[in-house]
């Protein structure tokens, strides 16, 4: 079968079984890897990208339910060169450690910050509590969400 | 010798304020940070090789059992799949580590020695071909019993006394001895990434590796010892790591093997990625361990006799438990000063997969029997538990169990004092002790608080620094480019940032001049393994002199500032590389066979106030806040420690609470994601992290290392958060509802942890 979607603005053409999980889709068949595999069942998060501007665990989803949709993965973030202002956000606080689960926490994140919601601690919390990170018990995680979120207000921001 | 540590105040750091007088450059950012936000870096998976096949292991099913035979289905079309079995092994066939007890694969007529243990493997160009292979091999085995309970297996992998004074003559003077029993279960290190390898045949009949590792050098002595290679013959290169935790120290060596072995008959790459269910059957864990302390106080609250015996569950193999047993040993007593100290630990074989380095190393497992006891004798002597470690915590020129004498850095008492301020701990513990005493039969919730203190050795034990030997290199390249050289990894805890951090300082020049060299072992030297929180201490230490040795070379013949004249001394002289190997510290001594001495060169210290609610109805608790206060010696790059900090307490809360391995028949009952649990962002407590500063004048830079102390703190905090709101004490860790529950209505508690029941339901 030809699936038809569109990736990080792109539009791709996959020829494959409807049943391929979207994940090795992206990896394996686009060659985009920024997107991780961490338990294949939908528990740790790390494959999350953005299907039609839902957050999504690309492991659970078949390539059939993503035809005609629009997927959005870490490598679509901050596209023009350079990092996007949450990366950058990510990059100051120390919300990366060893990396594997920040491009997941990164989708999270941009969805959180789409939705316009008040970036509360707690809001925040929920918003990546399908996302799993071993290194930095979330706290710098947490930190760079509500500092990309003041900026994006265009507040002044809490955090020196 | 006048040392900053001896002339400055510690330094108080507390999250995003700068000290005081003591200004200090912006931080570098992450260096590898870009890559890995972007998708850019390139984790072992990610790896392309063209035509590359995939592998996997068959391993056993019994956790103890006679190899007869490996039975290969004659209707399945094998011609497209190779199988390699013992017999094809073209060297040793061992796992090489401390022991030469563990086979890379089970011969026939071996025994099998637990339930995950690799027996043969596959390789096949596809994944689909490979998956119907594997469903076509059967083991043919001959059940042998098995033993699960290290207090009833008569095989002793290692044992270690240590004895301070006269332990019969202190228990004898003490007016009150209190008993106390702790057992802890296995814990899964959990790295986001799981364990992977590609191996890759080289045109010399050699072998190179690409994988998620900690230890590049460890594998490298494998792979020569097990495919007979010279040292040539044998790369290894870490590809990007996602989380390590000390899962990555051994365990990818047994791995490697596997791929090269099945690379070797295919001569083609071969690429073994677990998935996370192989991973968590299969891979080390935290050691279990049964914790027995006798504590002689007087009436007073004098400490005068600790007798404590430790037994720590290795698994099937030897891996490193003599090293973890001796790190928990040492740290048994905890850091108080006694005279009167006897500590017994053994460690056994059971039939169960190895267990083997988790962050701590030992000292979790023992630190947790330690404080609890010292909160339990606290509550018996209607003290504070504050203030009786303000007594007891161990001052400059105290002595250990292993006669070492504390003779600078010693910061127990100021990182105890820095954690009950900045928690407010006895405002706080005097509001939920009311709270509990006016609580009525119907409250649903309650409230606690409490305290633990901590220390863990820097670097390896004993003479380890010594029988490693470590190099780490600087070189000017022809091209008058800095670059530094050493096996040590970077997994997150950010050894690619403080690298050039410290070599640019030394040196006097920019961070940005200064390169790393990838961590390949045909390019860099051996710098030792990369954990036991060495890396900024030892490796970061060596890197400054091997630095300090470079300028003063260029500048003697330039007679200007390295920084300026650096290129045309490249130019003119060609490249310059420096090798600098470890000495001993000053003044650090060890004696292996008596087992007495400087078991560190130094020690970092904690304290950590946890604040827990609990679910009266279910048992379920949560922890709200932990404060953290940890004195490391310098802190070189604050960002990066606290995170150190954070992620250490969060492992470390799960440890305290629901992370579990049940087992049955010896193998792991819940060895997947959706059944083995780890802290959420929702679940995870506002952690405050308070970095203080007593530099090491050992090091040139005075570090002494971060990574491990904090999980050596949060548990026994939260236990005695948890007796706090509710009066009772948890013994035996995690802490999970069910156990919180019994403890509240009284009711039988489910069984120890870490002990496999023998057969299912």
Known sequence: MTYRLTVNGVAAEVEAPGMRRLLDVLREDLGLTGTKEGCGEGECGACSVLLDGAVVDACLVPLCQADGGAVETVEGLGMGGGLNALQAAFLETGGAQCGICTPGMLIAGEAFLASGAAPTEAAVREAIAGNLCRCTGYTKIIDAIVLAAERQAGQPESRA | ?761
């Open chain 2, 1 to 761: 010798m006048t040392t900053r540590a001896q002339t400055e105040s510690p330094l108080l750091l507390a999250p995003g304020t700068i000290a005081p007088g003591r200004a200090r450059p912006a931080l570098p950012l992450r260096r590898e940070g870009p890559e890995k936000l972007t998708g850019l870096a390139k984790y072992a998976d990610d790896l392309v090789f063209p035509g590359a096949w995939y592998g996997v292991t068959i391993r056993s099913t019994e956790p103890h059992a006679r190899l007869r035979g490996i039975d290969l289905d004659p209707s399945f079309d094998w011609s497209k799949v190779v199988v390699v079995t013992a017999e094809d092994i073209p060297g040793d066939n061992v796992v090489s580590l401390i022991q030469d007890d563990q086979p890379v694969l089970v011969p026939l007529g071996g025994e099998i020695q637990h339930q995950a243990e690799p027996v043969c493997l596959l390789a096949a160009p596809d994944r689909g071909l490979l998956r119907l292979a594997k469903r076509h091999v059967a083991l043919r085995t001959e059940r042998l019993p098995a033993t699960f309970d290290p207090l009833l297996s008569d095989h002793e992998f290692a044992h270690f006394e240590l004895a301070k004074g006269d332990i019969e003559a202190g228990l004898a003077a003490a007016d009150i001895v209190i008993e106390g029993e702790y057992r802890v279960g296995h814990q899964e290190q959990l790295y986001i990434e799981n364990q992977a390898m590609i191996a890759v045949p080289r045109p010399d009949g050699g072998i190179e590796i690409h994988g998620s590792m900690q230890c590049p050098y460890y594998i490298h002595g494998a792979l020569k010892r097990a495919l007979n290679l010279t040292d040539a013959q044998a790369v290894v290169i870490q590809a990007e790591t996602g989380g390590g935790f000390g899962g990555k120290e051994e365990y990818p060596s047994i791995i490697a093997l596997h791929a090269a072995l099945l690379a070797q008959r295919v001569g083609k790459p071969v690429r073994m990625i677990y998935d996370r269910h192989e991973d968590i059957s299969a891979t080390t864990k935290r050691h279990p361990a049964w914790i027995r302390h006798r504590t002689g106080v007087t009436r007073d609250g004098q400490l005068v006799a600790q007798d404590i015996e430790v037994v720590m569950d290795g698994g099937a193999y030897v891996t490193l438990t003599p090293v973890v047993l001796s790190r928990g040993t040492i740290h048994a007593a905890g850091p108080y000063e006694c005279p009167n100290v006897r500590i017994r630990g053994r460690a056994m074989r059971t039939n169960t997969p190895p267990n083997g380095a988790f962050r701590g190393f030992g000292a979790p497992q023992t630190e947790f029997a330690a404080e609890t006891q010292v909160n339990r004798v606290a509550e018996r002597l209607h003290l504070s538990p504050l203030a009786l470690r303000r007594r007891w915590v161990y001052r400059e020129g105290g002595v250990t169990p292993t006669g070492q004498v504390l003779r600078e850095s010693v910061a127990g008492l100021e990182v105890l004092e820095a954690a009950a301020q900045a928690s407010e701990y006895e405002g706080v513990a005097a509001h939920t002790r009311k709270a509990r005493e006016q609580r009525g039969a119907d409250a649903r919730t309650a409230r606690g608080i409490g305290l633990a203190l901590a220390w863990h050795g820097a670097g390896f034990t004993g003479s380890g620094e010594v029988h490693l030997a470590s190099i780490a290199s600087i070189e000017l390249t022809s091209d008058g480019e800095i670059r530094i050289l050493t096996a040590s990894t970077e997994m997150g805890q950010g050894t690619k940032t403080i690298f050039p951090q410290l070599v640019a300082e030394a040196l006097g020049v920019d961070i940005d001049a200064v390169e790393i060299a990838p961590q390949d072992t045909s390019i860099v030297p051996d710098s030792g393994p990369t954990v036991a929180s060495r890396t900024a201490m030892v490796v970061g230490g060596l890197l400054i002199k091997a630095a300090q040795r470079m300028k003063a070379q260029v500048e003697e013949a330039t007679g200007g500032s390295f920084a300026g004249t650096h290129r045309s001394y490249a130019m003119a002289h060609g490249s310059l590389r420096v090798d600098e190997q470890f000495t001993p510290y000053p003044g650090v001594q060890f004696d292996d066979a008596t087992y007495t001495g400087d078991a560190y060169p130094c020690f970092g210290w904690a304290a950590a106030v946890a604040e827990v609610e609990i679910d009266l109805d279910t048992g379920e608790v949560s922890v709200t806040d932990v404060v953290s206060a940890d004195e490391i010696g310098r802190v070189i790059h604050q960002v990066l420690a606290e995170g150190q900090v954070e992620g250490g307490s969060l492992q470390a809360v799960g440890y305290a609470t629901i992370e579990e391995l049940k087992l049955v028949d010896g193998r792991y009952q819940n060895d997947r994601l959706a059944t083995y649990l780890i802290p959420t962002a929702m679940d995870a407590p506002r952690i405050t992290s308070l970095l203080l500063e007593h530099l090491y004048s050992g090091a040139p830079h005075g570090a002494k290392g971060v990574g491990e102390l904090p999980m050596d703190v949060v548990a026994p905090a939260v236990v005695a958060a948890i007796h706090d709101a509710t009066g009772h004490w948890i013994a035996d860790l995690p802490a999970t509802s069910e156990r919180v529950l019994a403890a509240l209505t009284g009711s039988t508690p489910p069984p120890p942890p870490g002990i496999s029941s023998e057969r299912p339901a």
